[in-house]
């Protein structure tokens, strides 16, 4: 009998992908319903087993409440993060912090460091914004969530297994514009790069054609799912 192992990734828009792997469905900063662009994305029929957020602004995590409610998925943020979820009434929680690792049952995942802010909407404090490194049996991925670019990533591939891809935000403004996150997945020892947080809103619009073309020139490759669009890795 023949396994055939793969990760499964799917863009919902913005900063939010779920991913398919080990049969349990990840997903993350879900911020689907506000998003002009994610219009035609049914959020009530997404699956979810966990729910990972990367720091508490909004457009990471206006859906999160409703999906764990419906699903019943795990919220795993940093502490304060899933501290402020709880008081809204989520039922499952992992409270991390960065350099944390724990196993889940479809892997581990450990909390990385990022350099943005994080604060909740009613404007509590949102602890240290964080990325995610998923290391699985069916492959292996990083996931920043906003983020600068930053020396810590060079921590990555000491520290973790190799990546298979790396999920980086390429929008500017708020987070790495196209050229450092071109540093980023050199930082990260890992060619294969998805972009996120870019043509949600003004700030952050971006030619699409023109970042593939900067990736490519480097030997690297930029992948921009079409939202709703899955790839199998
Ligand atoms: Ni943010
Ligand atoms: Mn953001």
Same mark, same amino acid.
């Given at each position: 009998m023949f396994y055939y192992y793969t990760v499964q990734i799917t863009y919902y828009g913005h900063a939010c992908f779920g991913v398919n792997v080990a049969g349990k469905n990840l997903l993350f900063d879900p911020f689907i319903r506000p998003n002009e662009l994610a219009?035609? @994305?049914? @959020?009530?029929t997404i699956p979810a087993d966990y729910i990972f957020l990367s720091h508490g602004h909004f457009d990471h995590m206006a859906d999160a409440l409703e999906i764990a409610n419906r699903t019943g998925a795990a919220i795993i943020s940093n502490y304060e993060v899933v501290t402020w979820f709880e008081k809204q009434g989520a039922k499952k929680t992992h409270p991390m912090n960065p350099g944390g690792k724990w196993k889940f049952k479809f892997g581990s995942a450990k909390l990385v460091a990022a350099v943005h802010s994080s604060s909740m909407p009613d404007g509590t404090y949102g602890g240290s914004p964080g990325g995610f490194v998923i290391d699985s049996a069916e492959g292996n991925f990083y996931y920043? #969530?906003?983020?600068?670019?930053?020396?810590?990533?060079?921590?990555i591939p000491l520290t973790c297994g190799?990546?298979?891809v790396a999920l980086l935000p390429? #929008?500017?403004?708020?987070t790495m514009g196209i050229d450092d996150a071109i540093i980023a997945s050199d930082f990260v020892k890992c060619d294969k790069v998805i972009g996120l947080h870019?043509?949600?809103f003004g700030y952050i619009k971006i030619d699409k054609d023109e970042a593939k073309q900067k990736f490519a020139a480097k030997g690297k490759e930029l992948l921009l799912l079409n939202i709703g669009e899955t790839i199998e890795l």
């Open positions: 219009k035609h @994305v049914d @959020v009530s920043s #969530g906003d983020t600068a670019l930053t020396m810590d990533m060079q921590l190799k990546l298979n390429i #929008g500017d403004n708020f870019y043509d949600t």
